[in-house]
């Protein structure tokens, strides 16, 4: 994200074939250095890879200056640097949770960047007293969020801790209180916090769950919801069929299907509809892209073979998807989570294309990918980043 200001020459170290290209911005200049097979150090101009505090301070632009700032604080977890940066709050942000450094979260202004902070290292640390630290805030047109921020810092580090304890500290939303207690109860084995969980759609939940691993029957009885004790029964009997007798044969199959990550009950629902929908979120929780095939409506198939591919980082369930927009996010999304740039070439849309292959380069430090984007200004921009000119 560095921009190379305007060079006044330089001397090649060995003979190649240089491109230089003058571009005006914001009524200064700089020269674009290229090579159709690799980009060469010249005079004054380094890779951005290489730069360090003093070479920043030799650049005479502020705004490149202070982008050169903070990718340096960044590498070198230096947060001194930050207050240099060009997004300052982003990188005390950044450092902070790197280093552990609750002092940076005290120089960041921003609400949100500093409970982000505070949460970050929270969890690096495994320090629930920090969730304290995370405040309310205020949210779009002026109205106050309930801090869920802090709650899910209390859930996340009791997760983390496996200390049921911080469960209850969570105040203002009582599904997270009870979804922390079920992910707790299965990572524990702790059936008795079953018991702390107010709703009664989600203490059922929870002792399904040991009903999966235990085949336990006497646990149904605990459970008062008509279609969640058909399907705790089902799941000890192995016998989906048993879903026939509650009171919704559709929400038991689909439920079924859903607690066990298996897509056998869906193909007991005979609305199209609805057999779509047990496909898809099973698919989804088993992160299984076989199952997206079985989704007739070609939008839910098609979001589910990204959603999927983007969260394994399986670009093949990218291509089965349907042409357009959502197949060319999940291939660039793929190829920046695998450093792969071949799958750039795959994006029909060429400004997509081009993102693509400068989201990979700046990734990976690979000059030579820059070449492979057709708009200028993308072109520019991926040299930019991977560059800086120095005085």
Not at 10 to 27: C, E, Q, R, T, Y
């Amino acid at each position: 994200m560095i921009i190379s200001k305007k060079q006044s020459g330089f001397a090649p170290i060995v003979v190649i074939l240089v491109m230089v290209v003058l571009i005006v911005a914001g009524g200064g200049g700089y020269y674009f250095y290229k090579s159709s097979q690799e980009q060469k150090e010249a005079e004054g101009v380094i890779p951005i890879q290489t730069a360090t505090a003093s070479d920043c301070e030799k650049v005479t632009d502020s705004w490149t200056k202070g982008h050169c700032y903070h990718y340096v604080a960044l590498e070198t977890k230096d947060g001194s640097l930050c207050e240099k940066s060009y997004w300052a709050e982003k990188c005390y942000l950044s450092v902070a949770v790197e280093t552990k450094d609750i002092s940076l979260c005290e120089k960041i202004i921003s609400g949100v960047d500093k409970n982000n902070c505070y949460y970050g290292i929270a969890l690096e640390t495994k320090d629930a007293s920090l969730c304290e630290k995370v405040t309310t805030t205020v949210i779009p047109f002026g109205s106050i969020s309930d801090n869920p921020r802090k709650d899910q810092c209390y859930r996340e580090v009791a997760l983390i801790t496996k200390n049921s304890s911080l469960c209850e500290k969570i105040t203002n939303r009582t599904v997270a209180k009870d979804e922390c207690y079920i992910d707790i109860a299965q990572q524990t084995g702790d059936i008795s916090l079953c018991e702390k969980i107010t709703y009664s759609l989600r203490k059922g939940r929870c002792y399904i769950g040991f009903v999966i691993k235990t085949k336990d029957s006497s646990l149904c009885e605990k459970i008062t919801d008509n279609v969640q004790e058909h399907i705790c029964y089902a799941i000890v009997a192995n016998d989906a069929n048993i879903c026939e007798k509650s009171n919704s044969k559709l929400k038991c199959y689909k439920d079924l299907a859903l607690e066990t990550k298996d897509a056998s009950p869906c193909e007991k629902i005979t609305d199209s509809f609805g057999r779509d929908q047990c496909y898809k979120f099973v698919a989804r929780e088993a992160r299984d892209g076989s199952l997206c095939g079985k989704i007739n409506i070609r939008k839910w198939r098609d979001e589910c073979y990204g959603n999927i591919g983007q969260e394994t980082k399986d670009s093949n369930l990218c291509e089965k998807m349907s042409a357009g927009t959502g197949r060319d996010w999940c291939y660039g999304d793929v190829a920046v989570k695998t450093q792969d740039a071949n799958l750039c070439e795959k994006i029909l849309s060429a400004n997509s294309k081009d993102s693509c292959y400068v989201d990979v380069a700046l990734r990976t430090k690979d000059a030579n990918l820059c070449e492979k984007i057709i708009d200028n200004y993308n072109k520019e921009r991926c040299h930019r980043g991977l560059f800086l000119e120095i005085k």
